[in-house]
């Protein structure tokens, strides 16, 4: 299973973006979607979280209220909206798919199974 993330770019701060994620497969296999980012520097970090089966939605601290995962069963993607963008969101964005359902969230990039090559977001102050 190859994941294909787009929709990255330059915007100002304020601004929004809409990043995609599909799957090689034409479907996503498996129970969770994750974005992640990593900035320069930076460790990767968890971002969202859309639970497949349940439509349920997790999200970091710093991005609540701003971001927005969801899935379009009709495009097989997962995208990842984000508004009131703000320079620290600067990073390249990655998809990642989880195979097993699990009982918690899973928030650590070692627990996906499956990653995109990732889509650079810019945001300008």
């Known amino acids: 299973v190859q994941l294909q993330a787009s929709g990255g770019g330059l915007v100002q701060a304020g601004g929004s973006l809409t990043l995609s994620c599909a799957s090689s497969s034409g479907t996503f296999r498996g129970h969770f979607m994750g974005w992640f980012r990593q900035a320069p520097g930076k460790e990767r970090e968890l971002v969202a979280i859309?639970?497949?089966?349940?439509?349920?939605?997790y999200y970091t601290d710093s991005v609540k209220g701003r971001f927005t995962v969801s899935r379009d069963d009709a495009e097989n993607t997962v995208s990842l909206q984000m508004d009131n963008l703000k320079p620290e969101d600067t990073a390249v964005y990655y998809c990642?798919?989880?195979?097993?359902?699990?009982?918690?969230?899973?928030?650590?990039?070692?627990?996906?199974?499956?990653w995109g090559q990732g889509t650079l977001v810019t945001v300008s102050s």
């Open positions: 990642a798919a989880k195979r097993y359902l699990i009982t918690t969230w899973p928030t650590k990039a070692s627990s996906y199974d499956y």
């Open positions: 859309i639970r497949l089966s349940a439509n349920t939605k």
